[in-house]
Each structure stands twice: as C-alpha cells, then as structure tokens.
T-cell receptor, first 113, second 113 residues
Framework: ETGVTQSPTHLIKTRGQQVTLRCSSQSGHNTVSWYQQALGQGPQFIFQYYREEENGRGNFPPRFSGLQFPNYSSELNVNALELDDSALYLC????????????FGEGSRLTVL | QQQVKQSPQSLIVQKGGISIINCAYENTAFDYFPWYQQFPGKGPALLIAIRPDVSEKKEGRFTISFNKSAKQFSLHIMDSQPGDSATYFCAASILNYGQNFVFGPGTRLSVLP
C-alpha cells in the first residue's frame, strides 16, 4: 500500500511568484486536506477536498487555491507569494467523511525569498 | 475559540520516566481529540485519539486522559524511551463538520538514555 506522496520536497521561490505543490493520496482514500506548518508551530488547516469538491476552508486568503483530480490526487496553488508563506506544506489523505485519522505525507518545504 | 493550547513547549525526560503533555480547548463542539507524533523530516502520524464520551484511553505505553468539564486532555507516555523523542501535537475537531483539525503548537520531547 503506497502512502501519501508529495512533490517537490523542497523549493525556493521569490516574493510575488506562484507555486504549485502536488499530492498523491493513499490508495483507497478520496479525501485530501492541506495544512501549512510554520517552523516550530502546529499544522494549520488550509482546505479539504472530497471527491473533487472543496469541503471546508481555513482562514487563508483566496490566493491559496487547490483542486482535486478524478484519481483523488490534489494540487495546492499559491499566488503572489509572500515571505510569510515560507513553511512546510503538508498533504493528508483519509478514506472518507467524516474524517477521523489523517494520513500525512512528508511535506513540501517552501522558502520564499 | 478555535485555539488549542498545549504545554509544555519542550520536555526532557529520563529513559523509563513518564512524559506528560497537556492540552486545553475552548470550543465545546469539538468531539474528537487525537494526538499526533512527528519526527524530524516526516509528516505527523496518528498516535492515539479519544472521543469525549470516555475519560481515558490506553494503547500500550500511551494514555489519553480527558476532562470534559475542564476542557482539558493530556497524553501520558509511560516508560519513555529514546525512540519516543519527537514533537507531539494535540488536536481537536468536529468530526461531522468542516473537517478542520485544530492543532496545538507542539511539544518537543527528548528522552535521555
């Protein structure tokens, strides 16, 4: 059974640029959530996708957007990058709703210069 | 109201000792309280979770104690081992609404050999 995989693992961008992060959910999971984890902090909920529809959103501006594909993989897009967007972005999948256990990937470390 | 407070920020315990991490919440609608363990360079992984209809749950060396009236819950690690050295996050969610897990800021546990 393949776990949650994320790409890229590390990337560096400059302020104002755009970034796309990718996530492949665990086999059999149709729900994907994205979290932002700043250094030394707990993960913060960005949004969740269930069967290709957004199913909840945290307190993040519209420049954070995402989508989920028919195979349940997902993308997180961030436009107009700011320095404070530097963080570890975690993708988590789960086998459905209601969401109990979250299965996290290892994250994508984004540095904005 | 959406915050989960966690203490201590860091904890050093001798091998064989008991590690105790405490969390508190405000939102009485929360009905699912998991603890996640995160090793450096890895995503968080579910350790143990509890629903508010029980006051204690034990799995091996890990125990959650839950005090609904005080809106507090804690993780106890018995016979702590150097392999338990990691960052621990408490979290809370409303299972059937919004799927938003609110995480505490984390406790960095070091178990000395």
């Amino acid at each position: 059974e393949t776990g949650v995989t994320q790409s890229p693992t590390h990337l560096i961008k400059t302020r104002g640029q755009q970034v796309t992060l990718r996530c492949s959910s665990q086999s059999g999971h149709n729900t994907v959530s994205w979290y932002q984890q700043a250094l030394g902090q707990g993960p913060q909920f960005i949004f969740q996708y269930y069967r290709e529809e957004e199913n909840g959103r945290g307190n993040f501006p519209p420049r954070f957007s995402g989508l989920q594909f028919p195979n349940y993989s997902s993308e997180l897009n961030v436009n107009a990058l700011e320095l404070d967007d530097s963080a570890l972005y975690l993708c988590a999948s789960s086998p459905g709703l209601p969401t109990g256990e979250l299965f996290f990937g290892e994250g994508s470390r984004l540095t904005v210069l | 109201q959406q915050q989960v407070k966690q203490s201590p920020q860091s904890l050093i315990v001798q091998k064989g000792g008991i590690s105790i991490i405490n969390c508190a919440y405000e939102n009485t609608a929360f009905d699912y309280f998991p603890w996640y363990q995160q090793f450096p360079g890895k995503g968080p992984a579910l350790l143990i979770a509890i629903r508010p209809d029980v006051s204690e749950k034990k799995e091996g060396r890990f125990t959650i104690s839950f005090n609904k009236s005080a809106k507090q819950f804690s993780l106890h690690i018995m016979d702590s081992q150097p392999g338990d050295s990691a960052t621990y996050f408490c979290a809370a969610s409303i299972l059937n609404y919004g799927q938003n897990f609110v995480f505490g800021p984390g406790t960095r546990l070091s178990v000395l050999p």
